[in-house]
């Protein structure tokens, strides 16, 4: 019997219509394009700023796109595992919500919060449902209403952070198309550099906490830049080296989008040329989980079937990994 691999068939992404421009942040913050620019790479990102609306319906559009790209009913899913550090509420997860709002009647769910590695966190743990064999249709969500958790005081983070994200449904493949192989890492101890200071059994909401401006993203920028830079690199290289992939055999690498910096800096340990590095960064910043999936529907057209993906990330715990996928389809 042939092994039972992972693959994704379908994919789906939305951003919300309103843009952040540089230009935007300077009337805001002590900034300027050029600044931004230079150390981010970052041009706008996207808001969600409609009253009433949260992550969860985000991720109904695109699991929505999802399904009708692949001719499928809501009631086919299994399992929808949501990536997300900004679920709509404290409990239930936003993977039930989304369930009950696409109509995912016979689906169980739940969150994955890895924050910017969510995504890969979630893909690996959805594939393995689907190697199981018990599992057909698994979709893997990965989305961040990041403007609901960012201080637009702050330069230092409000510059960096979008809104959006994708999402892929994986399904049973005996080719050894899908998720190939995958190196996860954390390490807890940095979370003093990049976290959320109350709003936790820690720290719960009080007064005091919401006039100390501590329900925001805080971030010691120089600190989580040089161990992004260090491990993410490390990873990618290290999966490569693991499947015995040479530069020459990856067909694109897909980083997560938090730094031009970081990106280049991993690329050019893989020996990747430009070309086989995809970057949507100036249009969305970092949208946390949302930056792979977002980036696999960002440039889906250019995938082949048999195109050797590698995926990488890093974000705040520390939590960072990769991912090698080989892709299963040619897209329309």
Not at 36 to 62: H, N, W, Y
Not at 167 to 180: F, I, M, T
Not at 259 to 268: L, V
Request: proline content about 2%; aromatic content about 8%.
């Amino acid at each position: 019997m042939s092994k039972i691999t992972a693959a994704i068939t379908a994919i789906g992404g939305y951003v919300p219509e309103k843009r952040l421009t540089n230009a935007d942040l300077e009337k805001m913050v002590d900034t300027n394009d050029e600044w931004i620019t230079s150390r981010t790479g970052i041009k706008e990102r996207r808001i969600l700023d409609i009253p009433g609306k949260a992550t969860s319906d985000m991720a109904v559009e695109a699991v929505n796109e999802l399904l009708r790209k692949r001719g499928i009913g809501a009631d086919e899913i299994d399992l929808l595992i949501m990536a997300t550090i900004t679920g709509d509420l404290v409990f239930p997860s936003c993977a039930n919500i989304v369930c009950d709002k696409v109509g995912a009647k016979n689906a169980w769910s739940f969150d994955v919060a890895a924050a910017c590695s969510g995504f890969l966190y979630a893909l690996e743990t959805g594939a393995k449902f689907i190697e199981t064999g018990k599992h057909k249709k698994v979709v893997v969500c990965g989305f961040d209403k990041m403007s609901a958790i960012i201080d637009y005081t702050d330069r230092n983070t409000c510059i960096i952070f979008g809104d959006g994200g994708g999402a892929v449904l994986l399904e049973p493949n005996e080719e050894g198309y899908g998720v190939v192989d995958a190196i996860l890492k954390s390490d807890g101890s940095g979370r003093e550099y990049l976290h959320q200071k109350a709003g936790g059994s820690l720290k719960p909401p009080t007064h005091e906490t919401i006039d100390a401006r501590e329900h925001y993203v805080y971030q010691e920028g120089k600190t989580v830049f040089k161990f992004a830079t260090t491990n993410m690199a490390d990873v990618s290289t290290q999966i490569m080296e693991r499947n015995h992939l040479g530069a020459d055999q990856v067909s694109y690498l897909l980083a997560h989008q938090a730094n031009k910096r970081i990106i280049d800096y991993t690329a050019e340990k893989m020996h990747l040329p430009s070309e086989k590095v995809l970057m949507n960064i100036e249009r969305y910043g970092n949208t946390t989980s949302g930056t792979l999936p977002l980036l696999m529907w960002d440039f889906e057209k250019l995938f082949k079937k048999g195109d050797n993906l590698i995926l990488a990330t890093f974000g705040g715990g520390f939590t960072w990994g990769s991912i090698y996928l080989k892709w299963a389809y040619d897209s329309k």
